[in-house]
């Protein structure tokens, strides 16, 4: 069973940074052709923010996509999420997501829909405030 534990959440104030990290256990992540990050902000349902492909290609919410930076650690046990200049509408739980197949095929990215991933994370809270 894929195991995703995220961590590197926590409180940072507007302008800052944060660099959240997801492992994975059970499987290497060259098994997970698609990986990403989803936020759940107050009031609010899981939104994808950011995805990364078993080729390191990437896509982004356009609210977050030159704020942003989704990688995969060179031990492929690991994928990140730096997330500079942060704002308030930034606070919510960030979820890590994969799955074992593509991001992108049939001509789009298949990842904004919760239904597109299988394995999900606990989530760690991210919380920007001054």
């Known amino acids: 069973q894929v195991r995703l534990v995220e961590s590197g959440g926590g409180e940072v104030q507007p302008g800052g940074s944060l660099r959240l990290s997801c492992a994975v256990s059970?499987?290497?992540?060259?098994?997970?052709?698609?990986m990403g990050w989803f936020r759940q902000t107050p009031g609010d349902v899981r939104k994808g923010m950011a995805f990364i492909d078993y080729v390191n290609d990437t896509k982004y919410r356009d609210s977050v996509k030159d704020r942003f930076i989704v990688s995969l650690s060179n031990t492929k046990d690991q994928m990140y999420l730096q997330m500079n200049n942060l704002e308030d509408g930034d606070t919510g739980m960030y979820y890590c997501v994969a799955d074992i197949r593509l991001c992108f095929y049939g001509g789009a990215w298949r990842v904004w829909n919760l239904s597109d991933f299988k394995y999900w994370g606990q989530g760690t809270q991210v919380t920007v405030s001054s």
């Open positions: 059970e499987v290497t992540v060259s098994a997970l052709y698609c």
